[in-house]
C-alpha cells in the first residue's frame, strides 16, 4: 500500500472516529453525507473499523426502530483516534507552514510588479 493511499485511509478514519465520538447515534447516511462520501464507501471503512475492533456497533435498546444503530468507539478505537489525531495535525501543520511559505512567496512576486497595491486596494473597495 503507498504511503499516500496510507494517509488518505487513516485521514478518513479518523474524520469517522472524530464524527462518532461526538454523535454516535448519527446514521450511516448522515455520517457520509457530513464526510461527502457515499454511505457504501462509508458501509465499508466501518466494516473495517468494527474488525480492528475500534469501532462497536449496537442497536439502541429502547428504540422503536430496530434497526437504528449507535456506533462506540472502544477503548482502543478512543487510543487510536487519539494516535491518528496526532499525525493529523502534525501533517495539518505541516501543509499550513508550505502554504503560508508560498503565500508569502507569491505576494513578493506580485509585489516586484508592483500589483499588489492595486490588487489589495481592488479588495478592499469590493
Known sequence: MSLKHTQTQEDTYFRIMRILQENPDLTQREIASKLGMSVSGLNY???ALIEKGFVKMGNFQ?????????YLLTPQGIAKKVALTSRFLKLKM?????????IEELKAEVNKSGAVDR???HGKSD
Not at 62 to 70: D, E, I
Request: charged share 40%; glycine share 0%; hydrophobic share 25%.
Open 62 to 70: 429502547n428504540s422503536k426502530n430496530k434497526f437504528k444503530y449507535v
Open 45 to 47: 471503512c466501518l466494516k
Open 119 to 121: 490588487i489589495e486596494h
Open 94 to 102: 505541516q501543509e499550513y507552514e508550505t502554504l503560508k511559505l508560498e
